[in-house]
Each structure stands twice: as C-alpha cells, then as structure tokens.
C-alpha cells in the first residue's frame, strides 16, 4: 500500500482533472499521480476478496475448473469513463479494483453469487447485483456483476475510504465470447464494448451473444428475442464469410517473458500491430513496485493506439492466459463455441424443416 493516502478531495479533482485536462498538460501528470496512488490502495481488498472466492470455489467443488482473477482498472479505461459519464465521481468508481470469477456452467455462477450474499463476512454488499445473463446487454455482453465494499478490523484507514470492488462472475461460455470482442477490439483499433466500432462487427457479437444464450439454455438479447435460431445462424455465418472475423481472431502473438517464475502479479503489454505480448512477474511482497512500473508503462505507451497495458494478479502463468486469452488474441474457445451451437442449430433444422 502506497505510503500517503490520498484525500478524497484530491482524488475527485483528479478525476476532474483527467476528464477535460489535455494529455501532456502538467495537470494532467499531476492527476495521474494522484489516480496512481489510489488505484494502488485496491490491492489489499482485492487480495482480501481473492482469498474469499477461492474459499467459495472449493466449497461448491469447482477449485480445479474455475478461474479466480483480479486485476486494476487501466488508466485509459478510467479516462475514457470519466469522459463518457460526466458526472462521475473518480471516488465512487466501483470497477477500479476488479475480480473475476470464471466457472464451468450457470449453476456454479449463481452458486459462488449466493454464497457471496450470505456469506457472514465483514464486507458489504451492495444490492441490486447486475444480472446480465438474466438481462444481457444490448450488446450481448452476459455476466453477473456484484459490487461490494471493502471491511476490514485490521486495516482502518482503508476501511474508512469505503472502497469499491467489483466482483464479476461468469461461464467460461460467457467469459470467451468477452475475450473475443476485446481481442477484436485491439486488433480493429476499436472498443466494441464501450459501443464503438463498425456496426456489422457489433452486429456480429449481438447474434453470438444469442447463438450462445441458446447454448447454455439462457435468455437472449431482447431484440432477437422471437426471432428462430436458424435465421439468428444465417446471419450470423454471412457476416462471419464476409468479414472473415474467424481469420482475424486467429492471430499468433510472439510472448516474452521476464521474472514470470513463481509471480504473484503480472504486467502485460500487448502491441496487436506487431502481434507481441511481453509479461513482467512481481512477487507477492513487490505489489507496489509493480503498480509504479506500471504507471511507467502505461506513460511510456499511452500515444500509442495498437498498445494495451494491464496489471493482473493470478495464481499461475498458465491461469494468466486462461483468464485474459485477449491479450495473447487467444479466441479459439469463441470459434469451437460458437461453430458447435451453429452446426447443432443447423442440424435441428434439417431434421425439422417444417417447424
């Protein structure tokens, strides 16, 4: 935890700051300085929930198939928030400190959640829970997302701040049809789940949202609600033959390691233009001098459009990809899902033709 914590009031101006401030201003600097210093406080509650999810993975016996993960919010994400939401406050921001929890079915998701709910722990939750499996986004985005508020009889001083933790808890159905529009948002220069890019591509992930609702059995996107899964494959397999998005999502990146051994937190740095991805591993007494070299690079490349930048913590290298196959453009779990679903679709059909 970084020495001096700023005040609140230092931290809303920042966020001001960032909001309207051009990017090579000294104010600007300034801000990221003090954003540095709070989005290094998150590190103890997200290390407080990791523990706590972990817990609740073994409890309902999914330990070795689930993916815990956490990870700091990037400094361009939380800029382009600021940006988008004028009147949000950088203090109450509820996605700076982020977890993820990847699980193999439905079940388990609701599962890890009701635990979370009734746990007798000292944190708070904060209700409602957004459930977008239940209510997907227009998008097609699907997970349940809980926010909590961080507790602690030993930490005071951090309990006081009141910070926000967002829990995310998916399937790994839902969890690679998100890597895969982030993976083709790096590659198209575009932040599809911010609503930008060309709108055949976000068609393109609308209806792939829906061809995989219908895999695990779940509620679609409501403007294909109705709509025959047939004419929802048709669709979908022409713009995929017009767009050849399958080729696009099947890059090969070169991976540099360095200090990956035994890490504890990993810094990643995805250039998509020349398809390289290096990764730096602190251990678990080093988490500030990984949020310091972190800044640094996210300094160092924020002018450049084809780079990303992130800071994660997972309890190993192999679990790293697992978790975040977007930033090795790794979208292989997306096309099998999704080439399966279309071909049993294709296949009920034909023995249906007139239903």
């Given amino acids: 935890m970084p020495n001096e914590i700023p005040s609140k009031t230092a931290v809303k101006k920042a966020g001001e700051t960032l909001r309207i401030a051009a990017p090579n201003s000294q104010e600007y600097s300034a801000a990221l300085d003090v954003l540095s210093s709070w989005r290094g406080l998150f ?27 956490r990870r700091l919010k990037r400094t361009p994400s939380i800029v382009a928030k600021l940006r988008r939401f004028r009147d949000m406050d950088l203090c109450r921001m509820q996605d700076i400190g982020g977890l993820r929890v990847i699980v193999p079915s439905i079940e388990d998701v609701y599962k890890i959640h009701r635990l979370l709910e009734n746990s007798r722990m000292k944190h708070e939750i904060v209700k409602p829970c957004h459930d977008y499996i239940k209510n997907p986004k227009k998008d097609g985005y699907r997970s349940l997302h ?16 009141n910070l926000l933790v967002e829990v995310q808890i998916r399937t790994q159905v839902q969890h690679a049809w998100a890597t895969a529009v982030e993976a ?23 209806l792939s949202s829906a061809l995989l609702s219908i895999l695990e059995d779940q509620p679609i996107v409501e403007e294909l609600k109705g709509v025959p899964p047939i004419k929802i494959v048709e669709e979908f397999e022409a713009l995929q033959e017009r767009f050849h998005i399958f080729l696009k999502l099947q890059g090969v990146v070169s991976v540099k390691k360095v200090n990956t051994k035994d890490a504890a937190f990993y810094i990643m740095v995805l250039d998509a233009e020349n398809r390289t991805l290096k990764l730096w591993g602190f251990a678990s007494s080093e988490a500030e001098d990984a949020e310091k070299f972190y800044k640094f690079l996210e300094i160092d490349n924020r002018s450049k459009e084809t780079v990303e930048v992130v800071l994660v913590s997972v309890d190993s290298l192999k679990k790293v990809q697992r978790a975040y196959p977007n930033y090795f453009l790794d979208c292989n779990d997306f096309i099998k899902q999704i080439t399966e679903v279309c071909q049993k679709i294709k296949s009920q059909n034909q023995q249906t033709p007139n239903a």
Avoid: H, W
Avoid at 146 to 155: A, G, I, L, P, W
């Fill in 146 to 161: 809980q926010v909590c508020r961080y507790r602690s009889e030993t930490k005071l001083e951090l309990s006081k701040l």
């Fill in 43 to 69: 590190a103890d509650p997200l290390n407080a929930f990791n523990v706590l999810l972990r817990k609740m993975c073994k409890k309902i016996g999914v330990t070795d198939k689930a993916i815990v993960a």
């Fill in 184 to 206: 083709l948002g790096v590659i198209e220069k575009s932040s599809f789940k911010t609503g930008e890019g060309e709108q055949d591509f976000r068609r393109f992930f609308v």
